[in-house]
């Protein structure tokens, strides 16, 4: 969880509730689509008569100073609580936020006909997701000037995850991380390679996560397959090579903290995947030989982006907490509470030196290019396999199929 937040108390989380942010509040991560039924939902979206287009016109009302209640969906600790707090008492604003459990429940609530939700957030990968339900309208750029302050990668329309072919803004990109090789330097020698982890010698001592996003990036990564692209042969090359690696397991880790329990007790060696931030997780338990290295086949990063539902109706004060948290000095406390990466280059020298060393900002775009950001696989395609497909895929390596 957030080094300085309040806890969030997680149904995954380990036994001795060793404590995290980000994946901790995925512990059963947010990719599942397998409790939204996502055709009939956009079915619904299309017969209702609005659209993210319609809904964004809402972004240019008349600008005033920010003031009353902002209703939040998302994760717990993204409501930045000490962070923004001042902001928020000095301005009169009351974030009021609802926790979600999985981001299937911000697109399930929306969808749905949820209304007087006024901020949100996505992952990069949910994109086209959230734009196909019109759960998410245009951003006025003008409305947040401190978008001048991200890093040229996340400022630009890099794969169209924040900004539309079109060039509508449709996110604004501010936490991330990177993935790669979680493991305890005092038990192996430094891993070179994913395949590493599949040494007979390791069987038995690696960690796998319940993660279909993660597990199915990281392993189309390995192979050179884009997972929003797969073949039907991709998808059984996929699957194959994970079911290597869980057959390295002592079962499926629930969540990133199971794991990071499994390194501090030595029951697990390395993890896959693993995730920066635990080294830090292992180090506040006690554990400080735990670190995380990118493989030579490279891995993926994932990234949360800010963004405004068709229900808004206090724009004013969306706009200018979102401007508030791309402040340098908001945005390094954030990051530092969350422990995670930054987007914005002046916030890098007021990091802390053990979350400024998690990510290799002197060369960000290297370090994205060997870890990219992804999409998920479509909803619905004729060419490739679907999110479904990998979903019921994944279910069926679970169990041992």
Request: net charge negative; proline share 6%; aromatic share 10%.
């Amino acid at each position: 969880m957030p080094k300085n937040a309040a806890s969030f108390s997680d149904p995954h989380s380990p036994r001795g509730r060793i404590e995290l942010t980000r994946r901790q509040l995925l512990g059963t991560l947010g990719v599942t689509l397998t409790g939204v039924a996502i055709a009939p939902l956009l079915a619904a979206c299309s017969d209702d008569g609005g659209s993210a287009g319609d809904a964004g016109t809402s972004s240019g009302a008349t600008t005033g100073a920010p003031s009353g209640a902002i209703d939040f969906l998302s994760w717990e600790g993204y409501d930045l609580p000490e962070q923004m707090g001042a902001w928020e008492k000095s301005n009169d604003v009351e974030l009021r936020a609802t926790y979600i459990a999985s981001y299937d429940e911000i697109q399930s609530k929306l969808a749905a006909g949820a209304e007087g939700y006024d901020l949100i957030t996505y992952n990069q990968a949910f994109k086209a997701q959230y734009e196909e339900l019109q759960i998410i309208t245009p951003i006025d750029p003008d409305r947040v000037p401190n978008l001048e302050n991200l890093f040229p990668f996340f400022g630009s329309d890099e794969g169209n995850f924040w900004v539309d072919a079109n060039g509508s803004r449709m996110g604004v990109p501010w936490t991330w991380g990177s993935e790669g090789i979680t493991y305890d330097t005092s038990a192996i020698p430094k891993p070179e390679s994913w395949y590493d982890l599949l040494d007979p010698k390791l069987t038995g001592r690696i960690a796998v996560v319940d993660s279909q996003q993660d597990n199915l990036f990281n392993a189309a990564r390995i192979l050179g397959v884009d997972p929003s692209m797969m073949s039907e042969q991709d998808l059984i090359d996929v699957a194959d090579l994970m079911r290597q690696f869980v057959a390295q397991a002592k079962g499926i880790s629930p969540s990133y903290g199971d794991m990071v329990t499994k390194l501090v007790s030595g029951e697990a060696v390395a993890c896959f995947a693993g995730w920066a931030a635990m080294n830090q997780f292992a180090a506040d338990a006690g554990k400080k030989t735990i670190t995380t290295i990118l493989p030579k086949e490279g891995s993926e990063s994932f990234c949360d982006a800010w963004a405004i539902p068709p229900t808004v109706d206090n724009v004013d004060a969306v706009y200018a907490w979102i401007n508030k948290t791309l402040e340098p000095s908001v945005h390094a406390k954030a990051a530092e509470g969350l422990v995670a990466g930054v987007t914005i280059a002046d916030a890098v020298p007021l990091l802390d030196a053990s979350t400024a060393s998690l990510y290799q900002y002197e060369d960000l775009e290297q370090l994205l290019s060997q870890a990219p950001f992804f999409e998920n696989p479509p909803t619905q395609s004729d060419q490739y396999v679907t999110l479904s497909q990998w979903l019921q895929t994944w279910e069926q390596i679970k169990a041992g199929g």
